[in-house]
């Protein structure tokens, strides 16, 4: 059952690391009101003051619990996780199996995606004068070398099932899923990783997934 709304998700669509939580949320079933900071508008609503003031980072996602405010899309879930704690679980009960699920979260959220991101995307633009072609060749580089890292866990590891690890997903989904959509949109061959590819398309078809994805948020594409 879908809680009472109490949280507020400062959100962007387009973003991996709000895509990220919003799946958590729709997993763990809890309700949120999502306030969006548009990237790219007025050259980037998230270095407004009074964002600025919210997140010093002037990065998305925040959430805010209350008079709580957390920051970093892991961070967050990982506090959903522990102040939650009656809802679906996103992380095995055993340490071995936890280690395991969080180092293929944190393949994708710190090794692929900080590669990727928009900033460092608009950096290399306006510093080093890269251009588009060389911008979405960089991308998929890292994608691929991360991706190829990610394959290679899972063919190793006798808890691959329908999704990274068993037949329910956990953070480990959570960070793919956002990841292989950037990928998809930057055009990398997902042919190489046919594991990966499989889970995608599984939790592409749950609910939680298909909520949370970027084009079925009230800000896509303004």
């Not at 964002?51 to 959430?63: D, G």
């Not at 290679?152 to 808890?159: E, G, I, P, T, W």
């Given at each position: 059952m879908i809680s009472a709304p109490?949280?507020?998700l400062y959100d962007y669509w387009r973003s991996s690391a709000c895509y990220r939580v919003r799946i958590a949320l729709n997993l763990k079933g809890l309700a949120y009101?999502?306030?969006?900071?548009?990237?790219?508008?007025?050259?980037?609503?998230?270095?407004a003051a009074d964002?600025?003031?919210?997140?010093?980072?002037?990065?998305?996602?925040?959430?805010v619990d209350g008079q709580r405010v957390i920051r970093q899309s892991l961070a967050i879930i990982?506090?959903?996780?522990?102040?939650?704690?009656?809802?679906?679980?996103?992380?095995p009960a055993g340490a071995r199996d936890r280690a395991h699920v969080r180092a293929?979260?944190?393949?994708?959220?710190?090794?692929?995606?900080?590669l990727n991101n928009l900033r460092v995307m608009q950096h290399l633009e306006r510093e080093f004068g890269v251009d588009g072609d060389a911008r979405?060749?960089?991308?998929?580089?890292?994608m691929a070398s991360g991706f190829a890292a990610f394959e290679?866990?899972?063919?190793?590891?006798?808890?691959t099932g329908a999704c990274c690890h068993g037949d329910e997903p956990t953070l480990a989904d959570v960070c793919l899923v956002p990841q292989v959509y950037n990928a998809r949109r930057f055009g990398l061959d997902l042919e190489p990783y046919p594991l990966i590819a499989r889970i995608d398309a599984h939790c592409l078809g749950l609910p939680a997934f298909q909520r949370a994805s970027?084009?079925?948020q009230p800000d896509a594409a303004t």
């Open positions: 109490a949280l507020q009101e999502a306030r969006p900071v548009h990237l790219v508008r007025d050259g980037g609503e998230q270095h964002y600025r003031t919210l997140n010093p980072q002037q990065l998305v996602p925040t959430l990982e506090y959903l996780e522990e102040t939650r704690s009656e809802t679906p679980a996103l992380l293929l979260a944190l393949l994708v959220a710190c090794d692929i995606h900080p979405t060749a960089w991308m998929r580089h890292w290679a866990m899972l063919s190793a590891d006798a808890s970027p084009e079925n």
